[in-house]
């Protein structure tokens, strides 16, 4: 067969066949039919016409046809209204007469045509900017012309064809008559190929020839060749919000999309990484958030860059006031962070404060070139398409130099500024305050008022949030200054050590997220690196000149050293940056691993925070916490991990402190904090970026857990002995101590195994509850955890000296021994042994009732602090000395032996009484009430049996303390939890014993007068509804990191009623409050009353906007929590909503109406008890 026989037959066969490719056959026939090979039957196979499948099928609306209508669901994003959409046929270029049928789109940006409706991806997309005219063509034909292209299309009919002319040449008028069909990103002039983010020719999986793609902004487009780039005609693009860039191969990598894969390959590793960066930053971008934008964008000055006037600028200087686009924000994180502090409008969601908001836009472009651009001359302002250096010379001469800026008055005079600085922050005058810093008053100077010392504390008083706000970020902010010659910007506002260090690295490319996964040896690329002048440079090979990136010290805010054997090198370290990326370096040689790692902390850690590189650290970088009595505002730290001690230097601390972590008390997520709970403060870390701070988050989580199965690596209290110690020891104190044959009978094996697993994992939230758990399952427990001990509670280094010394006959020199045996172990081995014989010691005291002496507790327990198979005698002989001697040989004192003797004369009078009554000992809980207020002298340590109530223990704490009520004097039982600074007047028909088991570390029981209820109560028989009604002020806390706490409080309209709380968004009419109507209308969020814990207070950190306010707790029937709060205007209001809530809990029963007959019928009933268990003081 000839070759036009073979063309005539590949023709035939188009017509038949529909194929998916991105190409359109006709696009195939103008690039590769021209001069086909002779006898090539194999040839369109060849250029990929089907290669590209759809990964998934998509399932799709058709799209309307009328103006208006949008995109079905095979739309990646929710993109442009659709204007018009239809099947045409579609004329390919070279005078071929073959048609394709193509379902085509037009939209306010781009004419575009697919192979059918359901197609995601475009064949081809036109700028409606690049036509020029609409043109007839004879029956049912029309051409679409452009500046270097035509186009030609068939309609249905003549109706159908003059409707599509009619409509694209309305869209081209219009784009020409409003001058949109200026030059844009999509369409830019020869040579500016620097207005993307990255362009350049890919190898497409399954085509011959390469593509030309461009990344830009949130969108990735392909097109056939760097021309058609130019002309602005593509074949598709990619929305970026559901893509996902994964990599393959040394030279390969895939952008996935729910709808198709495409497979890219460049032309080298280097060139791959900065492909694999630029999507990833396109992906950031498109699933970024645009709220704050929206409300900067809402002054007509911030909608355009304050540097080069490019439209919708998404970045911002926070010091400087301005909003800047993304090349422009590229140029000013060069100047460094002392010069301007560069942050995202969509992406950095946690600087953006509702002050920094508001700053911005009384502040914003407008006043703030009046100041910094009161003098450029045309010559030398930039525009949209100025290039990076062209950027970069006029930013320094802008901000660094401040060449451009209207000099204030008193420049020059220190003394003069600093005064009108301070004048000026009381006011708010903010233009005028930015043009005194910025020529040289000193935002730290004394004001000369001790009080109010300087112009931050000056505003704070004077109650100009905003003056304090732009302070606050120009704290460190460099004075503008025009220097000799052109000397690199210095990058800190103190001078940091220069530090320089060179030598092969392994690299992987830069991420985005958390490296999870092990990366194997394959995925890293030998590179040469060199730290010189605080840049750190990686290059293809110790020849090349110019580095493929650099690192810049003043951008680092973390470092690791991870483990040996992480990753496929023995060595590794990862940096985190500013701009929320992550580099990966490896090593086979730890030492040259550990000389870099140094190198590098040196290079960014502030001097001041030097002492922090003595440590052997696995992660160092800074963080924003907040600790102290001042919460308000997050201040700057830098921090070490080690092992479990966490090192910090604090912003107002001038040496290092140490936090040990295994010690907390508390250690948990709240929002966007993590929260460290030590024994005299609480300390917030808080993440400014979200990627260094989830790697922080789970290292402090680590280390501060048990980690080994030694005594050391347990989670510990503030004693030194192991939480999972201490919790069996004190339940066993408190429920067990009489128990028949305690450790020497068995628990259940299942039981006793789970326990243990949940103590391993985190002691600290383990409360052991009595009905939830077994005495014998928590000592047989115990028992278990030192016999599984690594090294034993005695060591193996000293275990048989101890059980040498039971041998020794001579009494004083056994003790002897055994005390130089008892300081030679480890501190929390000495300690655990201490308070382990002390229970033992205890224990025995109830031998006739429990039957469990010295001898017997020696049988059991030898063998399991000794390790060993029970038929050594001499391991008991040691536990029956140390508890027949625990006074002589641990120097038990006086005062504590009597305080011991105390409790245990107390607990037996207890039980004695309790079995006299009949009681059930099981239940009965020894806890501490106080009076009043917490403090020692006001403790009071009360048996609490089962069936006690609220009202039953407020009368016990006023009878031992002998206090007679009056007559309108309210006193109730309160539940205060600290850590949430609120209380709660417990019911009194409420019983203890469950609140007891619920409550935290950081709440605790108090008896105290209610001085509101009188007011309740007279509220409550006046009122003419048993329903309530208003409007309060309601903030929902959500425990999801990153995301933090919903921000403020906003105004909802409630409604109370016998049933449910109900919240509704909008105000209603007075005529909806009704209750027939009330019915009908659909709350925002309702829930059962029932299921309800409300508290007194809101804690100061989330600036409730009134002091009046309480925090609302509810958990529903499969336990899910949720925590909210709510604010009233006036104390009548709170005490109206509070009393309300009462009321419908408790069936309306809020007070007892003759607590005098319960009071004496207790005090009949229980004198005796009182009389034996009052210890003597």
Known sequence: MSDKDDAETMRGRLRSERVNSLFSEDELIEDYYDQPAANDSSCWNDYGLSTLQSSGTVSSRSSSMHSGSTEGLDAPAQLLPIIKAGWLDKNPPQGSYIYQKRWVKLDADYLRYFDSEKDTYSKRFIPVTSI?????????????????????????????????????????????????????????????????????????????????????????????????????????????????????????????????????????????????????????EALSNSEVAEKIWSVEANRLCADCGSPKPDWASVNLCVVICKRCAGEHRGLGPSITKVRSLKMDRKVWTEELIELFCQVGNCVANQFWAANVPPSEAIHVASGSQERRRFLIAKYKEGKYRRYHPLFGNQEELNKALCATVTTSDLAETQSLVFCGAEVSCFSGDPDFPNPIALAEQAGQKLQMEFLLHNKSSEIPRVEAGNSEEKQYSVILPSVTHNGFLFKTPSMAKLVHERKSREEFSRRWCTLNDSIFSYYENDRNAVPNGEIKMEEIVCLVNNPPDTHGYESTFEIYIESERLYLFGLENPEAIRKWVKSIAKSFIHPRADELLSHDFERIGRLQYKGGLNLARAKEGWFALTQSVLYAFFEDSDKEEAVHLKKLQELSVQGDSLVLVERRRTLYIQGERKLDFLGWVAAIQKAAGSSGDTLSEQQLTESDIPVIVDRCIDYITQCGLTSEGIYRKSGQNSKTTSLLEMLRKDARRVRLKEGEHQV????????????????????????????????????????????????????????????????????????????????NLAIVFGPTL????????????????????????????????????????????????????????????????????????????????????????????????????????YWSCFEVNEREEAERPLHYSEKVLPILHGLGTDSYLVVKKQLSMENMLIYLASRVSDSKHGMMKFREERNLLGLGLSTGFHDRYFILNNSCLRLYKEVRSLKQRMPAVENSHRPEKEWPVKNLKVYLGIKKKLRPPSCWGFTVFYENEKHEKQQWYLCCDTQMELREWFASFLYVQNGGNVWPSESSKVRASRTQQDSSFFETYEPET
């Open 776 to 855: 014998d399952d928590v000592s047989n427990t115990l028992k278990r955890f030192f016999r599984d001990l690594g090294d034993g509670l005695f060591t193996k280094e000293f275990c048989q000296d101890w059980l040498k010394a039971a041998a020794i006959d001579n009494e004083e020199e056994k003790i002897g021994q055994y005390r130089q045996l008892l300081s030679s172990l480890p501190v929390v081995n000495r300690a655990t042994v201490k308070a382990l014989i002390n229970h033992l010691y205890r224990v025995q005291y109830f031998s006739e009732m429990n039957q469990m002496n010295t001898h």
């Open 866 to 969: 000794f390790q060993t198979d029970g038929k050594d005698y001499k391991a008991g002989r040691v536990v029956e000395d140390l508890i027949s001697r625990y006074v002589v040989i641990f120097s038990v004192d006086e005062q504590e032996m009597r305080k011991q003797q105390d409790e245990i004369t107390a607990i037996i009078k207890m039980r004695i009484a309790g079995s006299s009554s009949g009681t059930q000992q099981a239940g009965d809980f020894i806890c501490t009430v106080y009076l009043e207020e917490k403090k020692t002298e006001a403790e009071q340590h009360v048996k609490i049996p089962a069936t006690m109530t609220a009202e039953e223990l407020t009368f016990e704490i006023l009878e031992r303390r002998k206090i007679d009520t009056k007559e309108k004097e």
């Open 132 to 284: 020029a005219r609409v043109a007839s063509i004879g029956d049912q034909k029309f051409e679409v012309i452009t500046n270097n292209r035509t186009f030609a299309f068939r309609a249905e009919s003549d109706a159908d064809r003059n409707e599509w002319m009619r409509t694209l040449q309305q869209m081209v008028d219009e784009r020409k008559f409003k001058g949109l069909n200026r030059i844009s990103l999509f369409q830019p002039p020869t040579g500016a190929l620097d207005s993307v983010d990255k362009c350049g020719l890919l190898e497409l999986r399954g085509f011959k020839n390469k593509l030309y793609v461009v990344v830009a902004g949130d969108k990735v487009f392909l097109y056939k060749n760097a021309e058609d780039y130019r002309q602005g005609i593509g074949i598709t693009y990619i929305e970026m919000n559901v893509g996902n860039v994964k990599d393959v191969d040394r030279r390969g990598f895939d952008l996935t999309t729910p709808y198709r894969i495409f497979s890219f390959s460049a032309d080298s590793d280097q060139e791959k990484d900065e492909w694999v960066e630029a999507m990833q930053q396109s992906i950031a």
